[in-house]
């Protein structure tokens, strides 16, 4: 038998070196963490903007409508004053609206409820209080 040739020893690799985050990562990191403190402070510093990122910062209550009868046939409920469910009008009240649409749903009011010889608009925190806007119908 005749001897082939000889093998070499090939040497092994030695494993790579497991990766581990170097000073780059960490400031890639630390800016990351950074501009997610800073823009919103930015931000928070203006008004709240219509259809902005923090629109509903700014909430306010919707206010309470007020129907003051009208003096008609009955005089017994002349001047009475009922306090007009919002949600009958609304689907959702949203805290967001403007004061061109709660006068928009004022006039509604007025159009749908001919009972009332005015609607009265009060803050929501002060709802027995002295109304905000007294709008007459007609």
Excluded: K, N
Excluded at 24 to 36: I, P
């Amino acid at each position: 038998m005749t001897a082939g040739p000889a093998r070499r020893a090939v040497p092994r690799r030695a494993a790579a070196p497991r990766a581990t985050p170097g000073a780059w990562s960490w400031a890639v990191a630390g800016l990351w963490l950074a501009a997610q403190l800073v823009f919103p402070a930015v931000q928070l510093s203006h008004r709240p903007a219509r259809f902005g990122w923090h629109m509903y910062a700014d909430l306010r209550e919707f206010p309470v409508l007020v129907g003051v009868v009208a003096p008609r046939g009955d005089a017994s409920a002349a001047g009475r004053r009922d306090t007009i469910d919002v949600a009958a009008f609304l689907a959702f009240q949203r805290g967001d609206v403007g004061p061109d649409f709660v006068r928009r749903l004022v006039a509604h009011v007025c159009a749908r409820r001919p009972q009332y010889a005015a609607v009265e608009e009060r803050d929501a925190a002060h709802a027995h209080g002295p109304p905000v806007r007294v709008t007459p119908c007609r």
